[in-house]
């Protein structure tokens, strides 16, 4: 599999040449559906002697197949995260939720499932180096993947990145460069440069290949439940006498879009396969910070292409991207499912975070928050109501920003502490 396609125009390239369209937008890989079937036995999770699990359980679909089966290191354990029902949150989401935990992910985020991929076709293709644009979750992940692939790996950060956080990406021992200037347009410096790096940024094929496993994994989990009632996503409370093949809606936080794009192209293939119908496919919703939101202004202007925009302070800093390389694309992706592109306040956002940790015990970061804030605004517009069916993805953890500042948690000496417990059902 080595033929590019643009969804917009038609146009073909051959991978690796080329990244991006003549026509400006960014290209995927050509795959072709038909035969493919769900595999036959139900995930069994991640276990690297079952080539069939996580996101190799989708390798039909991918442009690369390691030699062995799933490959070696943490490549192996990408993707195969929980899809959880948090019927404790309905009354707040105003919907049936689940949450689907991409915290599960080795390295904590979504991005694993991209490097995963990328890391794996480099090293099936004899590339001595492998890289990335990022200063957060995506930067680790491809370190990480490239470490347990024995791949060389150069990552590109901002010349002011903080210590912590360069810390966290130099554990895997890749070649960190710190850039001054203008950051943003590394993305397409790197990719137009001649270089011996396969470079696997935000929204590039490769990445975007990964990370349609997120949703497959959403609709073959749904579709378990109507085949085999003991692995019914639905046990438990609040479950509902019918179960769909696909959920109604499918939300996700929008930076780059490369997710987004990820998600509608994982759509598009099991429509073309006939494993969903077209009627049945869930709607795509796609959540940014008020504070940056070219894609939902776009969206609600009413435009056909997302425009740059300035980056305004966000607590979701993490999807704070200004000129998504793929807004375009993912604006095309919620209009072509019947959805939406919406945005939310910083505030909205942290009270989610906090019911999320509160009432599912989820702990994640505040863009993955936006999913669950931007569900309630759309139930609130009447774009969904509460027999919808919602998956609500999690992208990451949120345990690398915990604040220590105003817990409270107030000492008790040890010779006092029954009465305490005691006092506890007063």
């Known amino acids: ?152 790996c150069v990552v590109l950060v901002p010349d002011d990145l903080p210590a912590e956080r360069l810390a966290a990406i130099a554990q895997y021992d890749p070649r960190v460069l710190r850039v001054s200037g203008d950051y943003g347009t590394l993305y397409y410096e790197t990719l137009a440069a001649d270089s011996p790096v396969e470079f696997v940024n935000s929204d590039t094929p490769l990445r975007v290949a990964g990370q349609k496993a997120t949703a497959l994994e959403i609709c073959e989990a749904f579709v378990r439940g109507e085949r085999d009632s003991s692995r019914s996503p639905r046990t438990g409370s609040g479950s509902s006498p019918a179960d769909p093949d696909a959920p109604d809606a499918i939300v996700l936080p929008v930076s780059s879009g490369g997710h987004a794009s990820a998600a509608w192209k994982a759509l598009r293939e099991l429509d073309a396969a006939g494993l969903l119908d077209a009627d049945a496919l869930p709607r795509l919703y796609l959540v940014q910070a008020a504070a940056c939101d070219p894609i939902a202004r776009a969206f609600r202007e009413g435009s056909e292409e997302v425009a740059a925009t300035t980056a305004g302070e966000t607590v979701a800093y993490s999807i704070a991207n200004a000129d998504p390389p793929s807004g375009t694309r993912a604006l095309a992706a919620a209009r072509a499912t019947g959805g939406a592109v919406v945005s939310v306040p910083d505030d909205e956002i942290l009270d989610a975070k906090a019911r999320l940790a509160e009432d599912a015990g989820f702990c994640v970061e505040p863009a993955s928050a936006t999913t669950l804030a931007g569900i309630r605004q759309l139930v609130e517009s009447g774009d969904l109501d509460e027999s919808d069916e919602v998956v609500a993805v999690l992208t990451g953890t949120g345990f690398r920003e915990l604040d220590a500042g105003g817990v409270d948690a107030p000492a008790v000496d040890l010779a006092d502490l029954p009465a305490r417990l005691r006092s506890l059902t007063g």
Not at 30 to 38: A, K, L, N, S, V
């Open 1 to 152: 599999m080595t033929r590019l396609v643009c969804y917009r125009c038609g146009e073909t390239a051959e991978f690796p040449d080329r990244k991006r369209c003549d026509c400006g937008e960014p290209l995927w890989f050509d795959t072709d559906p038909e035969g493919f079937e769900w595999p036959a036995s139900p995930a069994s999770g991640r276990s690297p002697s079952e080539p069939s699990s996580g996101v190799w359980r989708y390798a039909d679909l991918l442009p690369v197949a390691p030699r062995d089966g799933a490959p070696s290191g943490v490549a192996s354990a990408s993707g195969a995260t929980p899809l959880v029902r948090a019927d404790r949150l309905d009354d707040y989401a105003g919907c049936r939720l689940w949450l689907k935990d991409e915290s599960e992910n080795p390295t904590g985020s979504f991005k694993d499932r991209g490097s995963a991929v990328g890391a794996a076709w480099a090293a099936d293709a004899d590339r001595e180096w492998v890289g990335t644009v990022s200063h957060g979750n995506m930067a680790i992940s491809v370190a990480a993947h490239a470490a347990g692939l024995g791949t060389e």
